[in-house]
């Protein structure tokens, strides 16, 4: 890696006729550096600006921008009407809440669930809360509304049964060719999964079942083959994270690391096939809401698995429902044993996604690998379950024009959490809340204290993933603390000028 320096550039600013100094890194977005830019020159960071240098022309607000000297100033100049008054932006919030409201009432199983919430909320108020009585009335009134809405919306909920049959009877996506560079792309991790669509997707999926041999070795129906992955892809939920993109990106990755590793020499064609299949169905069906606002909001999910591992026990469900429809099982030419033992090894895998068991699952690995024993199923067991870990959460092995979208994604749908913990008087993480998280503090912690740690460990047993997926780790992580570095810059400059304001205001 270069210099430090080499990593930053120097911008001169006129603020009222003296020189101010800005340094910036160059993974900044534009956006960052104009908020850096306002407030530089003691403007609100969301004034619309535009940067003109000596002769009057403007020069663009991008990471690359032309340097300039110390004799030379840029000078900042807001554009009139660039900023939102109060009334303005309290008008927007109340718009982006109302488009939310409208958004959510189109998912209409996410609906069922909040009127039940809203149901039992009311119910425990006038249990418990001892409310006066017209406000006890008032509370019956809204809970027979919210009945009676209920019973009339019971025709439209989806039969849970209904979105798992296949949409079409016989599988109508196209059968895209893949050329041979894409081909060889697919197998490595550096793979650009954000220009595919989903019917592309899905034939990506279907070339690895063909490429791994699993269709011939276990002479799976090619069509029954199709209407699986059709019935898949039905089954993931439109969530700005957890969706059909998420199941492909983990199953490419998971490919890739077969080839890369060259898992086939070690493992039997069932370990490959369980390993690609719990990748797939990992994430089957996820609301958007993790196991701990499931377990917090007492959920039926919460209910039904007693707390423990909800969604990746829900997950498991869904995937054995699909596969329980003769035409959609691709398992169907297995002896019943042989079935047994895909689904144990299924189900096994997609639990292990559970990071609350994350410490329990890699300590258990530490103590095997440096006498790893690739007859020992146990030994190949938690390998399996180490290796579906590191595909669920390797955003950041892929290049950063790839692995930054996702932490936009991510934090888009922990925000969608908080806020709803927050309306129902739930527990917040700091790290999901929209008010004390930002993207080099959310990422940091997590890729040195996770990510690292894991990835370098099943280096020791696969010494070739270092330079093609732990180095891209270790080189993100830089970047992000380079980034919160700005970010500390930034807020100090804030800081400061927060206090000279305050002092100013004392003497006067």
């Known amino acids: 890696m270069g210099s430090a320096s080499s990593s930053y550039r120097v911008i001169y600013l006129d603020v009222e006729g003296r020189t101010q100094k800005v340094v910036f890194s160059r993974f900044c977005s534009p956006c960052d550096i104009k908020e850096l830019f306002c407030t530089a020159v003691g403007l609100p960071r969301n004034t619309a600006i535009s940067v003109l240098d000596i002769t009057g022309a403007m020069v663009s607000i991008d990471p690359t921008m032309p340097p300039n000297a110390e ?15 109060d009334k303005e932006e309290l008008f927007q919030n109340v718009l982006t809440q109302v488009a939310e409201q409208f958004s959510r009432a189109f998912k209409i199983n996410e609906l069922k669930t909040e009127v039940t919430n809203r149901l039992a909320m009311l119910e425990k108020r006038v249990e418990l809360e001892g409310l006066k009585v017209v406000e006890i009335e008032k509370c019956r009134s809204d809970i027979k509304k919210l009945r009676d809405e209920m019973a009339s919306r019971n025709n439209s909920f989806l039969d849970e049964n209904k979105k798992l049959t296949p949409r079409r009877d016989v599988p109508s996506y196209p059968k895209y060719h893949l050329s041979q560079e894409t081909v060889e792309a697919l197998r490595k991790p550096t793979f650009d999964i954000w220009q595919w669509e989903p019917n592309e997707m899905l034939s990506c999926l279907e070339h690895m079942y063909h490429d791994l041999a699993l269709v011939k070795d276990f002479n ?35 490919y890739s690391m077969i080839h890369l590793c060259s898992l086939q020499e070690k493992f039997t064609q069932v370990d490959i096939l369980i390993l690609m299949t719990a990748a797939v169905c990992h994430d089957l069906d996820h609301p958007g809401y993790n196991n701990t606002y499931q377990i917090n909001a007492r959920t039926e999910l919460a209910v039904r ?20 429809q003769p035409e959609c099982n691709i398992f169907s030419n297995f002896d019943p044993e042989s079935f047994k033992t895909i689904r144990q090894g299924t ?19 530490k103590q095997k690998v440096d006498n790893f024993d690739f007859t020992n199923e ?37 925000f969608m959490q908080s806020d709803r913990e927050k ?13 004390k998280v930002t993207k080099p503090t959310a990422q940091i912690g997590f890729i040195k204290f996770v990510l690292i740690p894991m990835f ?20 993100s992580r830089d970047r992000y603390e380079e980034l919160k570095q700005i970010d500390d810059a930034m807020n100090e400059v804030q800081k400061k000028k927060s206090e000279s304001l305050t002092l100013g205001g004392k003497k006067k």
């Open 423 to 435: 309306l129902e008087g739930l527990p917040v993480a700091p790290f999901m809340d929209r008010d």
């Open 305 to 324: 698995y007693n707390d423990i591992s909800p969604l990746e026990n829900h997950h498991c469900a869904i995937a054995f429902q699909i596969l329980a």
């Open 220 to 254: 799976i129906n090619p069509i029954t083959l199709k209407r699986w992955l059709l019935c898949i892809h039905d089954n993931y939920r439109n969530n700005p994270f957890h969706n059909f993109r998420h199941c492909f990106c983990v199953t490419q990755m998971m």
């Open 378 to 414: 146990e030994h190949v067991t938690c390998l399996k379950m180490v290796l579906i870990k590191c595909c669920d959460i390797s955003n950041e092995v892929r290049p950063m024009e790839v692995a930054e979208p996702w932490v936009d994604c991510l934090l888009e749908e922990y």
């Open 71 to 85: 004799g030379l100033p840029y000078k900042v100049v807001p554009l009139s009407g660039g900023q939102l008054s």
């Open 347 to 365: 189900i096994t895998l997609i639990l292990a996604t559970d990071m609350a068991r994350h410490g329990e699952i890699l300590d258990s690995f």
């Open 456 to 475: 370098e460990t099943v280096m020791k047993l696969f010494p070739q993933i270092e330079e093609v997926m732990v180095q891209p780790l270790r080189e």
